[in-house]
C-alpha cells in the first residue's frame, strides 16, 4: 500500500491545524506513521487519498452501524438540507425523534438534544449537581466522558494512549470534586461514599467501558452500583454515548436490566452528525432551563440536518428486530476467529467482547480495568495495527480503544480479517 498522498496532505494540515487533527488519536501518534486521509466511504469499506480499500472496524468511533453512506440516511439529510440548515427555533422534527428515543430507551420521560458526547456528559453531571445540591462525583479510572474539565482526570482513549493522566488547563478547584475509583471495584466505590458522606452528586459510568479498549462490566456490578447510588440519595448516570443504540435497542440499561438516573447518547444518535443527548424521568430532566434552574442551551442543538440523520437512523434500528442480534453473531463470529489463530499462533492475548464491541489486548491475563489494561504490551499492538493496515484492514490506532462492528461487515469481510490476523500473528 502507498501511503504518498495521505503522508503529503499531513504535512500539510499540520501547518494550520494542532498536530494536523482535530481529534488527538486520528493522529497516530501512539502507534507512529502518518494517518490515512480518507476521501470516501461506503458500507463496511473506507477509500483513502491514495486509493487504498480498508475494511473499517472503527465506522467513525462508533456511529455507523449500518455501514457508511446508508442510503436511507443520506438521502434525509439531503432532503432535509433543501429546506435550510439551521433556524434557531423548534422544529417538528426534533419532537419526533425525541419521542422515538423515549420510545426505544428504558426509563427515560424526556430527553434534551445537543451536539456531541463531550456536551451531553457535561451537562448530566452538572444536571445531577443542580437537582442533589452536592458537588462531588465519582468516576472510573479509564472511563471516557468527553473532554469537558471534570472529566480529564485518568480519562482512558486520547488520554491513555497519550499517558497524560491529568490535563493542564483543569483547575485544581475543580478536580478535587472529581472522586476517582477502579472499575469493576465495587469496594473502592463504597469507599468514597464512605468518606464523602451526603457529598456525592453522581456516579458517571461507561456500563461497557470503550475507552480502555473493551472492558465489560463483573456480573452484579452495575447492579451494586445501583443500589449504592440508591442509598445515598446519588444519582446514577450511564454514560451510553457508545453503547447507546449499540448493544440493544435500549442501550446497556436494556441489555442489563439495569435502570440509570441520567443517560448519555452520541455517537448512533446522530447517524454520523454531530449530535448529543441526555435524558432521563420527568422529575430530574424538569429541572432544566426553561422550567428549572439548571442553565443548558445550543446555537445548533437541535439542528434539521442531526435531526434527520438522527431520526432516520433510529428508525432503521426500530424497524429491524434481527439487527442486534445479527451484529451480536457477527462479531462472535470474529471473536472466534481471532481467537482461534491468536492461540495458534502462541500469542498471549486476552479478547473482551460485549455485543458489536470488541477488543484484542495483548496481554494473557485478564483485563478488568484500567490497571490491568494497561499491562497489554504495546509493541506487539503497533506491529499489529501497522501489518493490518497494510493488508486493509483498519482498526483504532491505540490499543485503548473498542472496535466497533457494523451491519454492513459480510461473512467474506470477516474470514478475510481473521486470515489477516492468522498471517499478521505469526510474526508478531
Ligand atoms: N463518552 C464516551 C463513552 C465516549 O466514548 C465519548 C467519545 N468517544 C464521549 C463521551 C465524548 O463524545 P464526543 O467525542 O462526541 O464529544
Known amino acids: ?40 466511504a461506503k458500507g463496511a469499506y473506507l477509500f483513502d487519498e491514495d486509493g487504498n480499500k480498508y475494511i473499517d472496524y472503527i465506522n467513525s468511533w462508533g456511529p455507523m452501524i449500518l455501514g457508511h453512506a446508508h442510503e436511507a440516511v443520506v438521502n434525509a439529510v439531503i432532503e432535509r438540507a433543501k429546506l435550510g440548515t439551521s433556524f434557531g427555533t423548534p422544529t417538528a422534527l426534533e419532537t419526533k425523534i425525541a419521542e422515538l428515543a423515549v420510545a426505544m430507551v ?196 437541535g439542528n434539521p440536518l442531526a435531526m434527520a440523520a438522527g431520526l432516520q437512523m433510529l428508525t432503521e434500528l426500530n424497524n429491524d428486530p434481527e439487527l442486534f442480534k445479527r451484529l451480536d453473531e457477527k462479531t462472535a463470529y470474529l471473536e472466534k476467529g481471532m481467537h482461534e489463530v491468536l492461540s495458534n499462533n502462541g500469542v498471549a492475548f486476552t479478547i473482551n467482547r460485549v455485543g458489536s464491541m470488541i477488543s484484542v489486548h495483548f496481554d494473557k491475563d485478564p483485563v478488568y480495568d484500567f490497571n490491568t489494561a494497561k499491562n497489554g504490551d504495546n509493541d506487539t499492538f503497533k506491529k499489529f495495527f501497522h501489518e493490518l493496515l497494510k493488508k486493509g484492514i483498519y482498526i483504532a490506532p491505540s490499543a485503548y480503544e473498542t472496535w466497533f462492528i457494523t451491519d454492513a461487515l459480510s461473512y467474506e469481510d470477516l474470514d478475510y480479517t481473521i486470515q489477516c490476523v492468522d498471517e499478521v500473528s505469526q510474526n508478531l
Do not use: W
Open 106 to 301: 428504558p426509563n427515560i420521560d424526556k430527553i434534551r438534544f445537543v451536539n456531541s458526547g463531550t456536551e451531553a456528559c457535561m451537562s448530566a453531571i452538572r444536571l445531577a449537581r443542580g437537582y442533589t445540591k452536592r458537588d462531588k462525583i465519582i468516576k472510573f479510572s479509564g472511563c471516557y466522558h468527553g473532554h469537558s474539565d471534570s472529566f480529564l482526570i485518568a480519562a482512558g482513549s486520547g488520554l491513555s494512549t497519550f499517558g497524560i493522566p491529568n490535563s493542564p488547563g483543569v483547575t485544581e478547584g475543580t478536580a478535587k470534586d472529581t472522586l476517582l475509583a477502579n472499575y469493576n471495584d465495587i469496594e473502592n466505590v463504597k469507599a468514597l461514599f464512605e468518606a464523602n458522606k451526603d457529598e456525592i452528586a453522581a456516579v458517571i459510568i461507561e456500563p461497557v467501558a470503550g475507552n480502555m479498549g473493551c472492558i465489560p462490566p463483573k456480573a452484579d456490578f452495575l447492579n451494586q452500583l445501583r443500589s449504592l447510588c440508591s442509598q445515598n440519595g446519588t444519582l446514577l448516570i450511564f454514560d451510553e454515548v457508545m453503547t447507546g443504540f449499540r448493544l440493544a435497542k435500549g442501550g446497556a440499561q436494556e441489555l442489563f436490566g439495569i435502570q440509570a438516573d441520567i443517560i448519555c447518547f452520541g455517537k448512533v444518535i446522530g447517524g454520523g452528525l454531530p449530535v448529543g443527548a441526555f435524558a432521563g424521568r420527568d422529575e430530574i430532566m424538569n429541572y432544566l432551563s426553561p422550567l428549572g434552574p439548571v442553565y443548558q442551551a445550543g446555537t445548533l442543538s
Open 1 to 40: 500500500m502507498l501511503y504518498q498522498r495521505s503522508s503529503q496532505l499531513f504535512v500539510e494540515a499540520s501547518k494550520v491545524i494542532p498536530g494536523g487533527v482535530n481529534s488527538p488519536v486520528r493522529a497516530f501518534k501512539a502507534v507512529g506513521g502518518t494517518p490515512i486521509f480518507v476521501k470516501e
